[in-house]
């Protein structure tokens, strides 16, 4: 069965870094976009960062110049560095793989960055 799991969250202050990882515990083929959502308390979640199989990204406006996502695709595994972070950042992480016939969530892990 494919799992996808997620760890290097964590409380941090504002100003700090994290980098989270997320690796596919089971075969995957024909991955396209590897990304990571967010969803902060009350609020929808949010997609923060996206990587395609081409090594193109996108991000959300808010993160621009401060997070950085990147992969390893021998190893299906996401990552995103996490710079400079202010306490709206607080939310929990999901990383997000979608290959040609699924797609698959990580089971979150929770950011807090204090001010």
């Known amino acids: 069965q494919v799992q996808l799991v997620e760890s290097g969250g964590g409380l941090v202050e504002a100003g700090g870094s994290l980098r989270l990882s997320c690796a596919v515990s089971?075969?995957?083929?024909?991955?396209?976009?590897m990304g990571w959502y967010r969803q902060a308390p009350g609020k929808q979640r949010e997609l923060v960062a996206t990587?395609?199989?081409?090594?193109?990204?996108n991000y959300a406006d808010s993160v621009k110049g401060r997070f950085t996502i990147s992969s390893d695709n021998t190893k299906a595994t996401v990552y995103l560095q996490m710079n400079s972070l202010k306490p709206e950042d607080t939310a929990v992480y999901y990383c997000?793989?979608?290959?040609?016939?699924?797609?698959?969530w990580g089971q979150g892990t929770q950011v807090t960055v204090s001010s």
């Open positions: 089971g075969r995957l083929f024909g991955i396209n976009t």
């Open positions: 997000r793989i979608v290959n040609s016939y699924d797609g698959y």
């Open positions: 990587i395609s199989g081409t090594g193109r990204t």
